[in-house]
């Protein structure tokens, strides 16, 4: 993988419908890619979860070309009702998290607000044929009238991709699930909402043991929700999790089973010259990703991206703005409400590279090495393959140059929240709305 800042992008494809009225239930809520990159899944808000695998033709050809086609497509979680509490519960996806493959099924963990489950996607190309006990339409036969033991046989079939649920995790949390994380043992995984999280066996689905609480006695004394949370990609020991006021916790199971007291806490001093009515809403981080290399850890707050040491707990190594020209539209974006909106970031396989997404179907990529700094968009307009994507820039007041968008001209309807890098390539999936954009490096 080259230095990020140099590479030119180029559009690759764009899946889901082009139509201007989107219903809320295509709107994509999560993107994840596979540990091999040769499968990407995408769940929304409808509850439906679309896997896409890499086209074995793009991936040999010379040039390469990331192009992916549907795989398989499922309903992951349906509407529920809780009547003890008298509430909705969505069946909008809000994570989704492959486990490392171990045999020629893949599976995956998908979770709404309150139920996580384990799907297992397999393919079938054959069938049996010559049953003696049924007939070919599977009605049982008379025994009386089976004379003769054939041997079934085995027959080949059109494939068959199936996606069957062998695991359903539920009731053990009372608030919203924000985060999954599958450990490194590939045994376990983390589970956790507002107040707390959960450690879960993948092979035990009526317990689940508590390891952070950060629930209040009195919840009037609430002071902050946890954001998300993430294990540490190589030492199943470790995890961190984030929270609303910018702060980011590492945990260590082998201190303590119950975590409540960190091991490492990493926090920015805040500025007092940036204070402000908003600045507590803007320092709340929406994700944290630990580093491929299980060395840094990037976290995402409203108008930042900031790269930490997991050695250096006082100050991030690296902060770059996102869209630091809405710091004085903050009144507008809180009455509107995209002050909570809630931004995702993701690392490049090599960890040289962050990206994560913006307004006006804009997102960035950073090169931690050069610190060079992209704006690109996701626009239907460039939707021919290999068109170069043209760096956009966002002009914050005087004369504005040919190739440039006024900050007034945003559209925040059009947000990226979501995005995946490729874990070996320079391939990246942005979900904008209910259309998933995948752009390549131009080689």
Known sequence: MAGNGDIQWCFSQVKGTLEDDVTEADIISCVEFNHDGDLLATGDKGGRVVIFQRDPVSKNSIPRRGEYNVYSTFQSHEPEFDYLKSLEIEEKINKIRWLKRKNPAHFLLSTNDKTIKLWKVSERDKRVEGYNTKEENGTIRDPACITSLRVPTIKPMELMVEASPRRIFANAHTYHINSISVNSDQETYLSADDLRINLWHLEITDQSFNIV????????????????????????????????????????????????????????????????????????????????????????????VKVWDLRMETKPIECYPVHEYLRSKLCSLYENDCIFDKFECCWSGNDSAIMTGSYNNFFRVFDRTTKRDLTLEAARDIAKPKTLLKPRKVCTGGKRKKDEISVDCLDFNKKILHTAWHPSENVVAVAATNNLFLFQDKL
């Open 213 to 304: 609480d950060i629930k209040p006695t009195n919840m009037e004394e609430l002071t902050e929700v946890i954001t998300a949370a993430e294990f540490h990609p190589a030492e199943c020991n470790v995890l961190v999790y984030s929270s609303s006021k910018g702060t980011i916790r590492l945990c260590d199971m082998r201190s303590a089973a119950l975590c409540d007291q960190h091991s490492k806490l990493f926090e920015e001093p805040e500025d007092p010259t940036n204070r402000s009515f908003f600045s507590e809403i803007i320092s709340s981080i929406s994700d944290v990703k630990l580093s491929n290399s299980g060395t840094y850890m990037i976290s995402r707050d409203y108008l930042s």
